[in-house]
């Protein structure tokens, strides 16, 4: 081999093991790593998009949203089968029940009230859970995840937080949080749909 050819060979394989770096690099969004791609019920999910919450003049946490495939709209998100995760991890530290009655605010305000009787349950149980954990700091994770035939399951400081709740209209109203007519953050609603 002359060196030319090595040369070249040699440049190659440094711009492969270069690019392949890059794209293990994790996006950040308020200075938390979002992998690029999960995988969840025995399934790869990618990294639909990731931004901040932002209240008056506190960052409260970054959230990432995970697909099965690339959606760019709420429809989208909520009419997409397989498996999904909300990924949240606190960027101030929060009351955990306060937390908890404004994720129910966000479920009332986004949600048709001919579904809320359905929500109830789910929406009991979510409360009791995040008036258990008292408080959030920053850098807790709360994980919401969808994987059909078993629930929505949700993951609070790294620990499961009892049984997955069945109804999938539950996941569907808790997504619509961030994504639906009045989200939390018109800004993150964007950045999860990738936009």
Same mark, same amino acid.
């Given at each position: 081999?002359?060196?030319?050819a090595?040369?070249s ?6 711009l ?6 890059a794209?293990a ?6 200075g938390?790593p ?7 019920g ?5 990294l639909n998009?990731?931004g901040?919450?932002n209240k008056?003049?506190f960052?409260v946490?970054a959230?990432?949203?995970y697909?099965?495939?690339? +959606? #760019?709209?709420t429809?989208?998100?909520l009419?997409?089968a397989?498996?999904?995760?909300l990924a949240?991890?606190m =960027?101030?530290? &929060?009351?955990?029940d306060?937390?908890g009655?404004?994720f129910t605010h ?7 009230r001919?579904?809320?009787s ?5 929406l ?5 859970i ?6 959030l700091?920053a850098?807790d994770?709360?994980v919401?995840d969808?994987?059909?035939g078993a629930?929505?399951i949700l993951?609070?400081?790294? +620990? #499961?937080?009892?049984?997955?709740i ?6 569907d ?5 961030? =994504?639906g007519? &009045?989200p939390?953050?018109w800004?993150?609603?964007?950045a999860?749909l990738?936009?």
């Amino acid at each position: 081999m002359n060196q030319a050819a090595w040369r070249s060979g040699l440049a190659l394989a440094v711009l492969a093991a270069a690019s392949a770096c890059a794209t293990a690099v994790p996006i950040e969004a308020g200075g938390v790593p979002f992998d690029e791609a999960i995988r969840l019920g025995g399934r790869p999910l990618l990294l639909n998009g990731a931004g901040v919450r932002n209240k008056a003049v506190f960052k409260v946490y970054a959230a990432g949203l995970y697909l099965s495939t690339r +959606a #760019t709209t709420t429809e989208e998100v909520l009419s997409m089968a397989g498996p999904k995760r909300l990924a949240i991890t606190m =960027l101030h530290d &929060v009351d955990a029940d306060v937390l908890g009655r404004l994720f129910t605010h966000g479920v009332e305000d986004n949600s048709p009230r001919s579904r809320m009787s359905q929500l109830v349950p789910g929406l009991l149980r979510m409360g009791q859970i995040f008036s258990d954990q008292k408080e959030l700091k920053a850098g807790d994770s709360l994980v919401i995840d969808w994987i059909p035939g078993a629930g929505t399951i949700l993951t609070i400081k790294g +620990a #499961t937080q009892g049984a997955p709740i069945r109804e999938p209209e539950f996941f569907d109203a808790l997504l619509r949080i961030w =994504l639906g007519p &009045v989200p939390a953050d018109w800004k993150l609603k964007d950045a999860l749909l990738g936009k």
